[in-house]
C-alpha cells in the first residue's frame, strides 16, 4: 500500500472524519484515498480558511478535524489559522506537503523550511524516512489530542506518498490523561473558598476544552458564587443562569469588574489570565486567588495565586463540589447587580428602530430569532465586542470566537467547520464587513459544498473600531478608514456565488429574516446595516457615569 493511503487510513483509524483544504498535484495521492477512507473532503477556496475551518470544527465539538495544504504558499497561508489554534489550545492535525529531500535547499517549486513554522504549532513534525509516516501521523494526532491541546503539523515530502514501503508500527498509546489535581491543594482551595463571604469565579477556554461546564455549575451553586468568563471562556456558563456575571474582555463594564475586585476570593480555571482579557492585567483580582491551569508557566502571569493547581479544569472542579460548603450567600444578587448595569448602559445607547442600528439592538434582535441550541460563530472586530457583552451565550459548544490572537476573517470559515462537526444543528456565523471581505470568497465553498450556514453580515462600511480610535486618539477625519465612497453589496456579491441573500433593518425585520434564514435549506446572506459612527463597546461600556 501506499504511503499516502497508509497516512490516510491511520487518520481516520484515528477518528479524524473531516479534512480541509485545496488539493494541489502534490496532494493527489490523499485526496484519492480519502474517498477510499470514507473521510469528508471540504474544498475550500483560500488555505486562509483551513485552518479556521478545523478550528471551528474542534471548538464546536471537541473532536480533531484534519487539514491537506500544498507546500510553500498553501502551508504559508494556513500559518494564521495555526496560530489562532495554538493560543486557543485547540487539537487540529495540519498535514503539509514537503519539497522532496533531494531538492531541498534548491529552491525547488513552493519550497519552505520546515521550521518555519516551529512558532505556530504545538509541536512540527518532519517525516525524515518514508517508512516513518504512519507513525509520525499517529504521535501526531496524539499530541495534538493531549492536554494542553494544539495544533500540530506533519510535513511529508512529496515524493514519499507514492512509494510503496512497510510501515513502522506506531505504538498503541492513547492520548496522556490531563493531570489530576493535588487532594492537599485541592482542601485548601476549598477553606480559602468556603470561608469567603463573597467568593467568585472566573472561567475560561480550558472549561470549554475539559467539558467542565457541568462542574463549573455544580461548583458555582454550591459556593453561591457569580460566574464571570473570559472572552475564550464565553458559553462555558450558560448566560441566562442567575449567576451569570458578565464577560471579562475588551468592553469590560466597571460594574462588571467590581464583581472581581470586590470579592474575597476568587477561583480561576482554565484560563491563562492573558493580557486581552485582563486589560493588561489592569484587572484588580482578590488577594486570595486560586488559580487552576494546565500550563505551569501560566502560573504568576500578571497575578500571584495564594493556591495553584496544574490540573485538569473538569476532574479540579468534581474535586471542589466535594469539599466546598453549600453556602446561601448574595451572588445572586451580586450577579444581577452587574448584568443590570450592562443592560442599562446599553440601553442608554440605543436610541429607537430606525436604521441604521446600534450593533447591540441587531444583536437582540438576532439573538431572539435564534434557537437556543444555533451553534454561533463569531468573527473578530469590533462588531465581536458588542457580541460578548450583548449577545448571550447559552451553552459550550454553541459560541465560539477567537481568543488572543484576534485574527479577523474567521466568523464564516470557522461556521463551515463547524456545520460539518454538526451537521444536524443551526449554525450562524456572525461578521462585520470588513471581517467578511478577508474571507468573503468561502461564500462559494457554501454553495459549492451546499453547506447550510447563515451568514449575517453586520455592515457600516468601514473598520470602524480603527477609524473610531483614529478620530479620538489621532483627531483624524470620522470614518477616516471607511468605504463610503465604493459602498459594498453583499446581497449582489452572494447570489453571485451561489447563495440566497437578504436584508434586514429593522429589528423586526431582522428577526423574521433570520429566523427564515436558519428555517430555510442551503446557505443565506443576512445583511444588516449598522451605524459606522456608533460608540465602540471597548469605550462605551467602560465609560464612566
Known amino acids: 500500500m501506499a504511503v499516502g493511503d497508509e497516512v490516510v487510513a491511520r487518520l481516520a483509524a484515528d477518528g479524524v472524519e473531516t479534512v480541509f483544504g485545496i488539493p494541489g498535484k502534490q496532494t493527489l495521492p490523499l485526496n484519492q484515498a480519502m474517498e477510499e477512507y470514507g473521510i469528508e473532503y471540504v474544498m475550500t477556496r483560500h488555505e486562509t480558511a483551513v485552518s479556521h475551518n478545523a478550528w471551528g470544527y474542534a471548538e464546536t465539538s471537541g473532536e480533531v478535524a484534519a487539514t ?30 514537503e519539497t522532496e529531500p533531494e531538492v531541498r535547499g534548491g529552491d525547488g517549486i513552493h519550497e519552505t523550511p520546515p521550521d518555519t513554522y516551529d512558532n505556530v504549532v504545538k509541536e512540527n513534525y518532519l517525516v525524515e524516512e518514508p517508512q516513518a509516516a504512519v507513525a509520525t501521523v499517529a504521535e501526531a494526532v496524539r499530541t495534538a489530542k493531549t492536554a494542553p491541546k494544539g495544533p500540530v503539523r506533519v510535513g511529508i515530502p512529496k515524493n514519499f506518498l507514492g512509494m510503496d514501503v512497510p510501515q513502522a508500527a506506531p505504538p498503541a498509546a492513547d492520548p496522556a490523561e490531563p493531570p489530576r489535581p493535588d487532594a492537599d491543594a485541592v482542601a485548601a482551595a476549598a477553606d480559602r473558598l468556603g470561608s469567603a463571604d463573597e467568593p467568585v469565579i472566573v472561567a475560561g477556554g480550558g472549561v470549554r476544552a475539559s467539558e467542565a461546564t457541568e462542574s463549573l455549575t455544580a461548583v458555582a451553586e454550591r459556593l453561591d458564587a457569580p460566574v464571570l468568563t473570559t472572552y475564550k471562556g464565553k458559553g462555558t456558563f450558560p448566560e441566562d443562569h442567575p449567576l451569570s456575571a458578565g464577560v471579562l474582555c475588551g468592553g469590560t463594564s466597571p460594574e462588571v469588574a467590581a464583581v472581581l475586585a470586590d470579592a474575597d476570593a476568587a477561583l480561576a480555571v482554565g484560563t491563562d489570565f492573558d493580557a486581552v482579557s485582563t486589560g493588561q492585567w489592569s484587572l484588580d483580582v482578590p488577594e486570595n486567588l486560586i488559580h487552576v491551569t494546565l500550563d505551569a508557566n501560566d502560573i504568576g502571569t500578571g497575578y500571584e495565586p495564594t493556591v495553584a493547581l496544574v490540573a485538569d479544569a473538569d476532574a479540579t472542579l468534581a474535586a471542589l463540589v466535594e ?66 457583552v450583548s449577545f448571550p451565550a447559552l451553552g459550550p459548544r454553541s459560541y465560539v470566537n477567537p481568543g488572543s490572537w484576534a485574527t479577523m476573517g474567521t466568523g464564516l470559515p470557522s461556521a463551515i467547520g463547524a456545520k460539518a462537526a454538526n451537521p444536524d444543528a443551526d449554525v450562524v ?22 453547506i447550510d450556514v447563515t451568514v449575517v453580515v453586520f455592515t457600516n462600511q468601514d473598520y470602524a473600531i480603527i477609524s473610531e480610535e483614529a478620530e479620538r486618539s489621532y483627531g483624524l477625519e470620522e470614518m477616516t478608514y471607511g468605504w463610503s465612497g465604493a459602498p ?15 436584508q434586514a433593518e429593522t429589528p423586526a425585520e431582522i428577526e423574521s429574516t433570520v429566523a427564515d434564514a436558519v428555517a430555510s435549506d442551503g446557505p443565506t446572506l443576512v445583511a444588516v446595516p449598522t451605524d459606522p459612527v456608533e460608540p465602540q463597546a471597548s469605550e462605551w461600556m467602560s465609560r464612566s457615569r
Open 323 to 388: 469539599e466546598v460548603p453549600d453556602r446561601d450567600g448574595n451572588g445572586i444578587e451580586r450577579a444581577r447587580a452587574a448584568r443590570d448595569a450592562d443592560e442599562s448602559r446599553v440601553d442608554d445607547l440605543v436610541s429607537g428602530d430606525e436604521p441604521p442600528l446600534m450593533s447591540p439592538t441587531a444583536l437582540q434582535a438576532v439573538r431572539s430569532a435564534l434557537p437556543e441550541d444555533t451553534v454561533v460563530a463569531v468573527d473578530a472586530g469590533g462588531s465581536r465586542i458588542w457580541t460578548l
Open 488 to 502: 459594498l453589496s453583499f446581497g449582489p456579491i452572494a447570489e453571485g456565488m451561489g447563495l440566497d441573500a437578504m
Open 429 to 450: 456565523a456572525l461578521t462585520g464587513d470588513g471581517g467578511l471581505m478577508m474571507c468573503v470568497h468561502e461564500l462559494a465553498t457554501l454553495a459549492a459544498e451546499d
Open 68 to 97: 491537506v495544504v500544498i507546500p510553500g504558499p498553501g502551508d504559508m497561508n494556513a500559518m494564521n489559522g495555526l496560530k489562532n489554534a495554538l493560543n486557543d489550545c485547540t487539537p487540529l492535525i495540519h498535514i503539509a506537503v
